[in-house]
């Protein structure tokens, strides 16, 4: 069983930055795809953005040059940074980890892009 944490969700103003962590509580990290989720409200969930077991790397149209995914395996670690954020960008931030058939989600991280 894989548990996830993510931080670094709030409030920021639009043109503004937040960096969203995930920590895993696994010692076979580094074998996971790793993937950020969004859902705004009365809307689906969607695919932000995911780094592979190998670190490549793969974005939302809606997201490409503003949104960086990256991994640090030492740290058991998914990080988003998230630049130039937009009201849309307003959503529950999910983690989610993928290995085959084995996924699992964190809890969600609230992020609110408002003047």
């Known amino acids: 069983q894989v548990q996830l944490v993510e931080s670094g969700g709030g409030l920021v103003q639009p043109g503004g930055s937040l960096r969203l962590s995930c920590a895993a509580s696994?010692?076979?990290?580094?074998?996971?795809?790793m993937r950020w989720y969004r859902q705004a409200p009365g809307k689906e969930r969607e695919l932000v953005a995911q780094?592979?077991?190998?670190?490549?790397?793969t974005y939302a149209d809606s997201v490409k040059g503003r949104f960086t995914i990256s991994r640090d395996n030492a740290k058991n670690t998914v990080y988003l940074q998230m630049n130039s954020l937009k009201p849309e960008d307003t959503a529950v931030y999910y983690c989610?980890?993928?290995?085959?058939?084995?996924?699992?989600w964190g809890q969600g991280t609230q992020v609110t892009v408002s003047s």
């Open positions: 780094v592979s077991s190998a670190g490549g790397r």
């Open positions: 989610n980890a993928v290995y085959f058939q084995n996924q699992y």
């Open positions: 696994t010692f076979t990290f580094s074998i996971y795809a």
